[in-house]
């Protein structure tokens, strides 16, 4: 293996994943610490540790390309990985290393900048024969330009960022009379958030489910699909729970839809993990949506169902090594299904509720798999994300793998944040989400309640406020006071007080 | 005696007599409106068969001149005496609304002086439960002397003993002021009011249509009057509450207060302290929760809670004994002083002076609130309120600086230099003629103006000035501040610096009182 | 402890208005259909504050208290009771009989600022005191809380709004 050392430019529960295939495959790892969290559970799994907590600059260190650059040549590493997030799709960072003769754990700048610009990738798409959402053909200049394609391609469009997703720069445009309200919004939004306003806009296909393919690629030009995964369980287009594979794919639809990913990743040249993102309508037409040209969160259900160390595989493809296997080889085992389960509070609308975990208590089963990044007496800290763990159960098919999360979430014991564990409690428990008939609309549509709890826990709860009342207020111990004790002062001062008046 | 004589016959009589006017028929006149009777309330107040009532069979006084309907009851509206509240001697009178609308007769209003002068003898704490229609109007001006009479007494025992207020019912016109000059007053919500003119009159006169509950309602005094210092929303919970303030407080201004059996449940290093105050100084927390965090658990009982939010004060317990908290609330109006928080302050530190209770101030405060409106409204004066009656105080006081403390607000906050006995910061403190938007502002106007990045340069400066000046360790090591301490040492620190100054005793100078701005 | 006013039971009632009730004295026990189980508040340093119920341990903290309010998070889900007594239960339904239209309440703003996060919608509950809008001012975040408990009937700022002192950024119907 030429790669014998790397570094992370990550931390969490990503930075831990990725520390922990090195170490099976014998390579030294380096972690950063910073200052917002110097004594993070990441920094125990490194071998060694670049201490940046001196730096109190503004921008985390995980996104400065510069000092990254140089704690890599400082700690004379061969290859950054950089988890998801930070510069995972930054075309420039990855340029950079190769530039410092590092090697960069991911795809070729230029496919990552090929498959980053929204309006690219749509053109190679297209010029592939790759089903998509009609759109426009590049970016829109201004409103005027944005309801005529609209009108084009009848309403309701989605105007989207050309250069970011997540939500981010994205409206959906119903009625020709908000077209140009929103785009100023949308156009605005994606400045902010990513520099660059310029905005596309694609037919909008209404409650669509969407799925993901796992795309494989070496430097040799293999390109494999390792399966799909079914990520319609979202919140204000934040994934929440991850399944692999679906239930609305038959083998034909899985074919199909894998082909068309391995075809537009083969069309840049693509080497590395991938995920291939598609939308799914109910008449099962798909549309390519983008390409995210990095390792994602929820690669672990894919891992689970496969038995691949896609970790491990995204390192070996960076050592120069080709893909061991072929798309045959690829056997979907089971179901599996991620909760993430994030410091956030389900009542008040998923806000972020950072705070110190006080117990932490997490269920080990072999059909369980935790990945973490925090331990007790962690802080989950607002500027970075409020993810306190990914859970993952495995079942030999659906039914019996949402059984086995039902139990496993209740064997989470969390204690010092709020947390979406009520909302997966919940999510178990759903009819349309056990018949796997929901869409991406689920959250917002189909669901009255946000969370579950069981008949007994209120009325527990209610005891338990009793309780407190009546210690508090109608026992004869509730006010205990020793008024002897007040009367009781020393002679000095009862001399002075007595006297001053 | 003999059981069957003539003598013990009428006593039991008159007994039976005294049963039936408190009949369940006329409970229900009081439960039928959702309220107590007056002697449910004693009841509730005072521990088990400890409550001795005096003058339960006076007769109303006899009229001057005949005018109106005056009913020939027991007690003249009212039920007075003295019984153990948690075990301690305590005074109180209940007025009952059920007979003659709990109206102040001649008769009534000696019944509340008396044990007013009693407790005032015994060195005891009195409470106040009204619930009445105001002054007899059959009785006249007599009636209205018999007010007067009982202001008098609250003055004449104001600082001696503790007095408090409960308002389960009307209290009009010169009734009200009675509450307004005892310690502190509880107020249960929707079925009492309290103002100095009803809405009657003030339709008569400004042609205004209000209600009894939006002119003077619980709700109305707690939060914008400030009149009612605690709320609830039932009689039965403002009485409990009643009971766990009083534990809090001595029975006397000669004694120290109460102390309470600490189950040494609250740890004295908690770095949970250290979490609580965001790094970004633009960032607000609640501080209560520090308070929390310091005090003996569940021990912090708020004052005024939903007046002048911006300040914060109450009493607490550290290891079993009271203190009175004062502390700048940063999610409320950003934590700055305003007139309302400076009358609240100043009245809750002098009640705690008055009484042998030491003071916690703790302190995250940006300055005064600006603004024409507050300076037109003498912000000057009020303001000037707490910085009189922190520095007149003679408890033991000390101080934590959390975040902000500049300029005036600095001083006002028991600064060292104003009397404050120990002076304590957080490594957060920024404590400093002013912010430092406004320093960098004044000191490199010209810098600023003349550069081609004003915006980048500012933000230079500011850290500069958090770093260079106002950051804690130059007021520590020129004594200006104590000690910077770390924050998850908070609670141990403060306690021993109260043991410290447990017997601190300084000589008031001889004078007949200052002359507060008021 | 009183004779007279001898509390037999006490309710807790949910801020969606669902009643439990207890017989005093307060055992360690609930009675589901013919059985008693035992329920018991524990702590200890592996989970912390926890309640033992039919052999399953619970996650239980005492958010906030006041009087005979109290906050608690059970299993992860935030429930808000107040304890009342029989008769403040009846004074209640005297006082609700009693109440004439629903109030509408007006949530100002205190000073000048500008909007930064929308904490409730259309239809959310809320309670005297709870954080609806955040307003910056002065550099600092403030919390704007409900004054009453009630419903939000509507929310008239959107994120990014400045606004004036006494602006009204919501309305709440008033229970």
Redesign the interface.
Known sequence: MKIKKILIANRGEIAIRIMKTARLMKIRTVAVRTAVEPNAMYLSYADEIFDNSEDISEIPVFLDIDKIIAIALNKGVDAIHPGYGFLAENAYFADKCIDNKIVFIGPSPDAIYKMGNKTIARKIAIANKIPLAIGSDGNISNEDEAAEIASKIGYPVIIKAASGGGGRGMRIVRKAEEMERLFNIASKEAEKAFNDPSVFIEKYIENPKHIEFQILGDTRGNVIHLGERECSIQRKHQKLLEEAPSCALDSRLREEMGMMAVRIAKAVNYYSAGTVEFLLDSDRNFYFMEMNTRIQVEHTVTEAVTGIDLIEQQIRIANGESIKFNQGDIKLNGWAIECRINAENVQAGFAPDPGKIEYLNLPSDPNIRIDTGVQTGSSIVASYDSMIAKLIVRGKDRREAIKNCKMALDKVWIKGTKTTLPFFRMLVRNQKFQDGTFTTAFLEKDLDKYYFNSEYEEMLAAWLATKLFVEENLEESSINVDFKNGKELSPWLLNKRINQF | MDISGKSYKAFIARQEALKKQYSQKQAEKQHSKGKLTALERIRLLFDTDTFEEIDAFVTPANQPVEFGKVERSFGDGVIVGHGKVNGRLVFAYAQDFTIMGGSLGVVHAKKIAKIQEMALKMGSPIIGMMDSGGARIQEGVASLSGYATIFQNIIHSSGIIPQISVIMGPAAGGAVYSPALTDFVFMTSHTSYMFVTGPNVVKEVLNEDVTFDQLGGAEIHARKSGVANMIYDDEENTILALKKFLSYLPSNNVENPPTVADDNSTIDVNEKLRDVVPDDPNKAYDVKDIINLIVDKNSFFETSELFAANLVTGFARLKGKTIGVVANQPKVLAGVLDIDSSTKGARFIRFCDAFNIPILTLEDVPGFLPGVDQEHSGIIRHGAKMLFAYSEATVPKITIILRKAYGGAFIVMNSKNLGGDFSFAWPTAEIAVMGPDGAVAILYRKELAESKNPAELKKELVKKYRDKIANPFIADESGYIDEVIDPAVTRKKIISAFNALSNKWVKVPARKHGNMPL | ?????Q?KK?Y?L?SEN?K?S?S???KNK?R?GKRDYL?Q?KADE???TY?L?KNR??????VR?R??K?E????????T?????P??L???K??NSKKGKPEQENVKA??PGKIIDI?V?EGSNVLRGEPMIIL????????IQS?VNGKVLKVLVKVNTCVMKDDILAEIKVE
């Open positions: 402890m009183n004779d007279k006013l509390i006490l807790a949910s669902r439990f207890f005093l004295p307060l609930i589901i329920v508040l592996k989970y912390g309640i119920w341990k619970y996650p239980v903290e005492i208290s009087q005979n109290y608690i998070l059970f299993n992860d889900i935030s429930y009771f107040t304890v009342e007594t008769f403040s009846q004074r209640m005297v006082l205190p000073m904490l919608r910056e001012a002065m550099k600092m975040q403030n919390e004054p």
